[in-house]
């Protein structure tokens, strides 16, 4: 329900319960998103006259003031306050007004410090807290007029809170190589430096999610649509995305399956002791670092192929078929032996080359149809030179 309109059915609660009167208006009301835990019960967090109440409708409740009190605790925490009585009632004593002919009651909260993020979370329950914490971070909200920066200030639950988000970017300017593109799937070449999709909600560089979103119905309302696997942001080439969500279960199941076949093109320092061998080692996170990995005996299996194709001694052009896909898999194991990939600024020496030498230069999978293609990105002319 839009919030203008959940303004006024605030509003029209409150009178109800004689906490408003007619002269109230709906600019009286900090109103934030309805909950509706389940089809037969809505909640409505609302501040009126800087005091917050929370409106329960709820048919099935018969004035079970207990029930209902667990109810708002399950979802907003443990809050203090009380009932207000139903005033139409004479001679005995009820909770629930009957309001466009369901049963409603009405929760004043008593007003109690909070954490900052812990009290944005119950006024914007769509954010996660982790998010919230960001914007704090990021001078995104004002407390009664003041910018707050520390998730761990204490507030209060009736403080005036603003949560003000800088305009995204649309990136409708944008473009990227389609390599192929029909009714089901589109097929791009992923430059360096460009994200497969968002971190977070405080990224808002171009990402192949943001061109994917243009060709898809799948995952719209997420930061990745279309996206069905992912490349390094420093790695180059081939990035296959699904138009729908019945192809995105397609493709997704041959990742799964390993039926996919990948294959990168890479300069590496020096020279492999093998011409051709397959790295047969597990990888596991870095304990030490947890944004990196490591070759681990407790890690996941991770199978690589290489071949050399091309070495003037000092560096080498090889071809590299990950029969697995753990994150930074190719990177891992051709640093562990000895051969760390050109340019490489976590694994080995970010000045041997002027970006990572790491492309993917083709990908086969079979498309609807039982179609088995295969895509190609040419392998960038540095690589070459740099071997020569």
Do not use: W
């Amino acid at each position: 329900m839009a919030t203008k309109n959940i303004k006024r059915e605030a509003l029209s609660i409150l009178r109800e319960f004689h906490v408003a009167g007619e002269l109230s208006t709906t600019a009286d009301i900090a109103t934030y998103k309805e909950r509706t835990p389940r089809p037969s019960q809505r909640f409505i967090y609302m501040v009126f006259s800087k005091t917050p109440y929370i409106a329960t409708i709820d048919n099935a409740v018969e004035d079970d003031i207990p029930y209902l009190r667990q109810a708002i605790q399950s979802e907003f925490g443990a809050l203090k306050g009380k009932f207000i009585v139903n005033p139409k009632e004479h001679g005995f004593k009820t909770y629930g007004v009957s309001h466009k002919f369901k049963d409603t009651y009405l929760f004043e909260v008593e007003p109690s410090k909070v954490r900052l993020d812990r009290e944005l979370a119950v006024r914007y329950p769509e954010l996660s807290r982790s998010t919230i914490q960001k914007y704090i971070k990021a001078g995104y909200v004002m407390v009664d007029g003041t910018v707050i920066t520390k998730p761990s200030v204490d507030s209060s639950n009736v403080a005036e809170i603003a949560l003000q988000l800088p305009e995204k970017e649309t990136h409708n300017d944008k473009e990227l190589p389609i390599i192929y593109i029909d009714d089901h799937v589109v097929v791009v070449n992923k430059p360096v430096g460009v994200l497969t999709h968002s971190k977070g909600a405080m990224n808002d560089e171009f990402t192949v999610a943001d061109f994917f979103r243009r060709y898809t119905t799948y995952g719209l309302e997420t930061n990745r649509p279309g996206v069905v696997h992912r490349l390094d942001r420093d790695t180059s080439g081939v990035i296959i995305g699904a138009r729908t969500e019945e192809v995105a279960t397609l493709l997704k199941k041959q990742f799964a399956n390993r039926t996919v076949k990948k294959q990168y093109s890479a300069v590496v320092e020096g020279t492999p002791k093998l011409h051709e061998a397959v790295i047969d080692l597990p990888i596991a996170r870095n304990p030490s670092a947890p944004s990196t990995f490591r070759v681990d005996a407790k890690g996941k299996p991770a199978l690589t192929a290489y071949t050399v194709l091309l070495s003037n001694g000092k560096k080498s052009l090889v071809e590299l078929k990950p029969k697995t896909g753990r994150t930074h898999q190719l990177r891992v194991h051709m640093q562990y032996i000895g051969t760390p990939i050109s340019g490489d600024r976590v694994y080995g020496n970010a000045k041997s080359a002027p970006r990572l030498c790491l492309h993917a230069h083709t990908l086969e999978l079979t498309l609807p149809g039982s179609r088995r293609k295969t895509f190609t990105a040419a392998v960038p002319a540095l690589f070459n030179k740099v071997t020569a």
